[in-house]
């Protein structure tokens, strides 16, 4: 079993930067993958980007590319989401989900990961 707890959300200013963290805890094996995803009020939840283990792959949605960062603190079993240049939309809950055993092409799936966190509020507007 895996607990998430996210943490770091609030309001930034358009193109202003903001830090998310995602802290992991329990138990967790080979090809451990950890993700973020946004949901928006009355839309779909969305992929962000992730982050594997093993190989220290990262994958990321075309709309924040080149914008967010993903990364990982190895010794706190921890991922950040540091996101710069953020633009003005609807508040949205940033989700931290985690899996084992995670493939490549599975990474930016929601479906695919087995642990959840409860969430955290990003909002961007001036």
């Known amino acids: 079993q895996v607990q998430l707890v996210e943490s770091g959300g609030g309001l930034v200013q358009p193109g202003g930067s903001l830090r998310i963290s995602c802290a992991a805890s329990g138990r967790s094996s080979r090809n451990f993958a950890m993700g973020w995803f946004r949901q928006a009020p009355g839309k779909d939840r969305e992929f962000v980007a992730a982050?594997?283990?093993?190989?220290?792959?990262?994958i990321y949605a075309d709309s924040v590319k080149g914008r967010f960062t993903i990364s990982r603190d190895s010794a706190k079993t921890t991922v950040y989401l540091q996101m710069n240049n953020l633009k003005p939309e609807a508040p949205a809950i940033y989700y931290c989900?985690?899996?084992?055993?995670?493939?490549?092409?599975?990474?930016?799936?929601?479906?695919?990961?087995?642990?959840w966190g409860q969430g955290t509020q990003v909002a961007v507007s001036s």
């Open positions: 989900a985690a899996k084992s055993g995670m493939i490549l092409s599975a990474m930016s799936s929601s479906s695919q990961y087995d642990y």
């Open positions: 982050y594997r283990w093993s190989g220290g792959n990262t």
